[in-house]
């Protein structure tokens, strides 16, 4: 969608909830789990729709939501924002968006998160993606 419309854009907002709606469908009726990624500004009332949305599909479907936050000290995510492999995947939105977003939005609940059960918070920072999976899957007897 980002090759299409700019960020923040109302067409990218839109296609992108349609897009994570319709996967979520996908997955239920073939009988798959799934991990997505959100990343919420938590004082935009439309992140919490959308997640209200995707929980209730997958509830009403018999299946079980849970969440991770994860957290990272702002020097972490300004320099994952500049690692290679992440703008390959065209994952990565740059160290200025990075330091702008801190700046503008609200983008951790330190704890105070909208869905208590089946949570958890992960400081990052300083632990490598495959710890941080491990960790997830302690958590939750994966």
Not at 23 to 45: G, H, N, P, Q, R
Not at 51 to 61: A, H, L, P
Not at 62 to 87: I, P, T
Request: proline share 1%; hydrophobic share 35%; charged share 30%.
């Amino acid at each position: 969608i980002k090759n299409f419309f700019p960020y923040e854009s109302p067409q990218l907002n839109t296609l992108s909830a349609e897009f994570r709606k319709r996967i979520i469908e996908e997955c239920i009726k073939a009988d798959m789990s799934l991990v997505f990624t959100y990343f919420w500004k938590f004082e935009i009332e439309r992140g919490k729709k959308n997640i209200d949305t995707y929980k209730k599909i997958v509830e009403d479907n018999g299946g079980q939501v849970f969440f991770v936050e994860l957290s990272a000290s702002l020097e972490k995510r300004l320099e994952r924002a500049e690692m290679e492999d992440r703008h390959k995947a065209k994952k990565a939105v740059g160290a200025d968006i990075v330091a702008e977003m801190e700046k503008n939005h609200t983008m951790n609940t330190n704890g105070d998160f909208f869905y208590q059960e089946n949570y958890i918070h992960i400081d990052n920072s300083n632990i490598s993606a495959s710890e941080t999976a491990e960790k997830i899957k302690h958590e939750f007897n994966f």
